[in-house]
């Protein structure tokens, strides 16, 4: 995606460096199951088909985890915003919101991790009232205040 004339990147928001570690707790969690598994059907004549089509799962997901964690990012310009969601390696969906179109921005932080390791939800309301979630935000609140300073400065 290109940028338009006389438009300049002011900040890019990436996932919490957290995901990285649910990314490779999970991947380990699914190693260990498939371990369990493995010795649990010791005479089980159909084992490696067994372990294979896990082994096929866990990468699967895994890849899913990693492209949907790690490869979406949100771009903020002097004119607009940029949700960069990654559907695939190789497909992404851009959604932009012009900051006239912004209503609300809100922060959230659900549960004990993201109080604990301070990353929430940032959610972004449009004039249309349609709403845009971006997931995993590093300090959210903070980032919510950063957003609204840069856009009253913008307007």
Same mark, same amino acid.
């Given at each position: 995606?290109?940028?338009?004339?006389?438009?300049?990147?002011?900040?890019?928001?990436?996932?919490?460096?957290?995901?990285?570690?649910?990314?490779?707790?999970?991947?380990?969690?699914?190693?260990?199951?498939?371990?369990?598994?493995?010795?649990?059907?010791?005479?089980?004549?159909?084992?490696?088909?067994?372990?294979?089509?896990?082994?096929?799962?866990t990468i699967?997901?895994?890849?899913?985890?990693?492209?949907?964690?790690?490869?979406?990012?949100?771009?903020?310009?002097?004119?607009?915003?940029?949700?960069?969601?990654?559907?695939? /390696?190789?497909?992404?969906?851009? *959604?932009? #919101?012009d900051f006239?179109?912004? @209503?609300?921005?809100?922060? =959230?932080? %659900?549960? $004990?991790?993201?109080?604990?390791?301070?990353?929430?939800?940032?959610? /972004?309301?449009?004039?249309?009232? *349609?709403? #845009?979630?971006?997931?995993?935000? @590093?300090?959210?609140?903070? =980032?919510? %205040?950063? $957003?609204?300073?840069?856009?009253?400065?913008?307007?």
């Amino acid at each position: 995606m290109k940028l338009k004339e006389n438009e300049k990147i002011i900040k890019v928001l990436k996932p919490h460096p957290f995901t990285r570690i649910l990314l490779w707790g999970m991947m380990w969690l699914c190693i260990l199951i498939l371990g369990g598994i493995y010795f649990l059907l010791w005479d089980f004549s159909y084992k490696i088909l067994f372990l294979i089509g896990w082994l096929q799962i866990t990468i699967l997901i895994f890849y899913y985890l990693v492209v949907y964690f790690e490869l979406s990012v949100v771009i903020v310009t002097n004119i607009r915003m940029i949700y960069v969601k990654s559907i695939y /390696i190789f497909q992404h969906h851009y *959604e932009d #919101i012009d900051f006239l179109q912004i @209503k609300t921005i809100k922060a =959230e932080q %659900k549960w $004990l991790f993201p109080n604990f390791f301070w990353y929430g939800t940032l959610i /972004i309301h449009t004039s249309s009232w *349609e709403k #845009i979630s971006f997931p995993y935000v @590093k300090n959210t609140l903070w =980032e919510a %205040k950063e $957003l609204i300073k840069i856009i009253q400065e913008k307007l």
